[in-house]
């Protein structure tokens, strides 16, 4: 069983820039694949990247590409999102999850956290 809470969310700036942190509880993290993944109002949940056991291997939606950037430090049981050049089409809620495997689709994911906000104004 893995727990997941997500926090560095909030309201900022087009353009501005927003680190997402997500802390697992238990002491096999590092044996878990995480991704980010959010959910704008009236919108299916979508991929936005995923980072390996160790932190060697990203992938991210073209969407993101070059703007974040994933890191994980397994040591902290913590993954983050480093979130720069923020546009409105940005803002969602943002969930960490965890997956034994590697995969861009919310059914791969066996653990979520409840999410946090980000709202980007024009």
């Known amino acids: 069983q893995v727990q997941l809470v997500e926090s560095g969310g909030g309201l900022v700036q087009a353009g501005g820039s927003l680190r997402l942190s997500c802390v697992a509880s238990?002491?096999?993290?590092?044996?878990?694949?995480m991704g980010w993944f959010r959910q704008a109002p009236g919108k299916e949940r979508e991929f936005v990247v995923v980072?390996?056991?160790?932190?060697?291997?990203?992938y991210y939606a073209d969407s993101v590409k070059g703007r974040f950037t994933i890191s994980r430090d397994n040591a902290k049981n913590t993954v983050y999102l480093q979130m720069n050049s923020l546009k409105p089409e940005d803002t969602a809620v943002y969930y960490c999850?965890?997956?034994?495997?590697?995969?861009?689709?919310?059914?791969?994911?066996?653990?979520w956290g409840q999410g946090t906000q980000v709202t980007v104004s024009s």
């Open positions: 980072i390996s056991r160790s932190g060697g291997s990203t």
């Open positions: 999850a965890a997956s034994s495997k590697v995969g861009i689709v919310t059914r791969e994911y066996d653990y």
């Open positions: 238990g002491r096999t993290f590092s044996s878990y694949v």
